[in-house]
């Protein structure tokens, strides 16, 4: 079973009807709902406003791959809780990424960049291109699919340049964006990908739900531990560092 | 002085009127015009139909940046010409290939893939975005140029993951395109640029001049030599290895 | 049952005593041997001075990884088998090349570089290191591990910038060589690892057979197809385009 | 002239005879030495336990490329500054990490890792090779050069996978590491350069020398932008991005 831990600021659908209308329970639970349907999955959520974010050192230890999606509340979220999560990637946890996540803390904490784009609310709609068919994340996708309305993300978009580029979004409006993307940072594998506006639907979208799952697929860890920096005698010394493969 | 060596197919220019009327005297003398036009750099041309497709060993020898279009008659250029590109490639000489030259053989043989990609003539519009501003090929580049027909080039486009993506096109029928990338192979850089269809006059774009006029001034060597298999006998033994910095 | 080919030159086993005193049945019987032990493994082997190689299109069709061993009978390869080998990479099929297979034609095909490297036989050891402990290929291998005796291979090694180098190995002599790096082409995965010099039974060494297994489950397709070049008369139109996913 | 403002912890030559005997003035000093003397170099320093340890925005703005070294007392450089450093590399300014370094809070912050590595210190000599010959930092530098005494690095070093490993070392106690790494991020360029242990002269060391020169040059800025987060109304509006080019 893959442990899922679906994270979300979860107040826009507090504060505005419009996104309350789309997600009456939360982006959260939308989305732990059809992870949920799947056998090889198990979801937890947790949201901004509970203790500690919800997130602690003990639950992460649990948490084969970390969803998480915020956006206005970005500040909100203690420093210690963004380094939590960065470690924890560190040590082999899976992260996704979704939409305006791209600034959330812990995402640019392992980016190590200011994760800036060029952004529009003009209702344009988005052709997602698969740019690497044989890709496990893209597994059941056709050429391309889309989504009929989406915030505008345009480039440049300032990540370290990714390990691959899975997809690549045509905004009807003229932007292009790099709308999935991967990394590994030490043991962990890192999924960002760009839909998932609050005021639409985008979460419902089948193709959207398949990137979903096959990321939480790709990016659960095979392999947890903590690379530590031992002072060693020798060649043969193998004091401080003990590979466990799970 | 940087010596550019412009290498066209020159077919299309003199079978098909609409070709000749936008290039009356061929691809390669329209480039090498606005190349010429500048200090710092020295220009010859070569076409197919040529001795050797205007191609030897020694004309490789005194090139710093060889620029290749072609279209029809991929298959007209002898392998051994390719070769001698591709080696040449390999000792430090830069390569810009241009559009339908995706599927030359040199530039083939250098990416080790089958470099398709999905394409269309129905004059789409395309809107060409800088991915990296910082980049001296995108220098004097805005955010985005637009062409006003181009054909459409469609992903997947399956060459290497490339060193770096600095441009990506959104077509107007809905496509996306890597449009400029990157790559180095041994000691040569290559770059790739897809505007350039022979029916429009794409080479008259300032947008698209300038681009190839950087390229060309980035992806000249400061450093050329044959890198060999040398049988050393120990560390200290450079038989058989020469560094020779230009 | 992922289903191999171990294909070898199977030369050197014929003419020399040492050879033959390592590898009595030749190398290519030696890999076949610890792979066939494996449940999910399928193992099958060709030669050289078979017809064809023992390899057409059929039997690659009927291949998930290939395993290449050669040495001085590079040049005996029809160029043809090499591109079968190389066209059924792009369409998914894993490849695996082993030590001086660095020079063969298809790994040179498909690098599109010289791989050329810096050798020597002077029976150093080799300390092979892990670089990334989170890969699958390195899995139960610890941070290291020693050939008492390989032949020497140098920097630099004229192949593209690794997607991911996973070993590098430290000879006793000094040198230091990226021995095992990891690539994707099109739908292919390729792995090169150095060890396994036809004089020492390298590859009877446990953890070379651990990371050949790890790297034949690493590199099998789960997606296999053959992306064409096709034209599209609009977005909708998958003509000539299909998806088979595996 | 390249402004470059070489910053050192300056702790080790205070308080250890070893270290003073090595760099009386510090290791800032004798690296400002040899940098001064380029006639295309202008050299300043700071230090920890100057004001805000020498560094503010104003100072940043006015440094082409900083050069950093630091290893007892990374913990007193104040978060606003590392992340000053950060932003100022965002922004364009080029970035040299040597040694010990590699745990500094400003490079950790731009890589988004933990930057760990094995480590010991017993008088290895250390062979550093020349992985990329045709690179502008290792212009002038042989096939490979011997450390008489270096600090043994081992692997894993838990980086990102740099965009180039241009060197790697051979330790006499059987370690590798990659001892020469290359990363762009955002606009800025960051090499990071494993020799410079406080005990040895090796910042004496001729191939040292040439390599920081070398790689000062390499990563100077010909670029430097904030790149913002607009929002913009439509792909023609520029309102809040500007391209300013060096």
């Given at each position: 079973?893959?442990?899922?831990?679906?994270?979300?600021?979860?107040?826009?659908?507090?504060?505005?009807?419009?996104?309350?209308?789309?997600?009456?329970?939360?982006?959260?639970?939308?989305?732990?709902?059809?992870?949920?349907?799947?056998?090889?999955?198990?979801?937890?959520?947790?949201?901004?406003?509970?203790?500690?974010?919800?997130?602690?050192?003990?639950?992460?230890?649990?948490?084969?791959?970390?969803?998480?999606?915020?956006?206005?509340?970005?500040?909100?979220?203690?420093?210690?809780?963004?380094?939590?999560?960065?470690?924890?990637?560190?040590?082999?946890?899976?992260?996704?990424?979704?939409?305006?996540?791209?600034?959330?803390?812990?995402?640019?904490?392992?980016?190590?960049?200011?994760?800036?784009?060029?952004?529009?609310?003009?209702?344009?709609?988005?052709?997602?291109?698969?740019?690497?068919?044989?890709?496990?994340?893209?597994?059941?996708?056709?050429?391309?699919?889309?989504?009929?309305h989406?915030?505008?993300?345009?480039?440049?978009?300032?990540?370290?340049?990714?390990?691959?580029?899975?997809?690549?979004?045509?905004?009807?409006?003229?932007?292009?964006?790099?709308?999935?993307?991967?990394?590994?940072?030490?043991?962990?594998?890192?999924?960002?990908?760009?839909?998932?506006h609050?005021t639409f639907?985008t979460?419902?979208?089948?193709?959207?739900?398949?990137?979903?799952?096959?990321?939480?697929?790709?990016?659960?860890?095979?392999?947890?531990?903590?690379?530590?920096?031992?002072?060693?005698?020798?060649?043969?010394?193998?004091?401080?560092?003990?590979?466990?493969?799970?």
């Amino acid at each position: 079973m893959i442990r899922v831990l679906v994270w979300n600021e979860f107040k826009h659908e507090l504060t505005s009807e419009t996104v309350k209308a789309v997600y009456p329970d939360g982006i959260h639970e939308a989305i732990a709902e059809f992870l949920g349907k799947e056998d090889d999955i198990e979801v937890k959520t947790a949201y901004l406003d509970q203790e500690n974010c919800g997130i602690t050192k003990e639950i992460l230890d649990e948490t084969d791959v970390l969803i998480w999606w915020g956006h206005m509340a970005h500040h909100l979220v203690p420093d210690a809780v963004a380094t939590l999560v960065r470690d924890a990637v560190h040590e082999g946890m899976g992260a996704i990424f979704l939409h305006s996540a791209h600034h959330s803390k812990p995402f640019k904490a392992l980016m190590g960049t200011s994760c800036n784009l060029t952004w529009r609310e003009t209702g344009d709609s988005e052709i997602v291109w698969v740019i690497d068919p044989a890709h496990p994340i893209t597994r059941g996708i056709d050429r391309c699919f889309k989504l009929e309305h989406e915030e505008t993300y345009g480039e440049p978009f300032t990540i370290p340049n990714p390990d691959k580029v899975l997809l690549i979004g045509n905004y009807s409006g003229g932007e292009v964006f790099r709308s999935g993307v991967l990394y590994e940072r030490v043991n962990g594998k890192i999924f960002y990908f760009q839909p998932g506006h609050e005021t639409f639907p985008t979460f419902k979208v089948p193709e959207v739900q398949t990137i979903i799952k096959n990321a939480v697929r790709f990016v659960a860890p095979t392999y947890r531990t903590k690379i530590d920096c031992p002072h060693v005698r020798n060649i043969d010394d193998s004091e401080g560092y003990v590979i466990v493969k799970k």
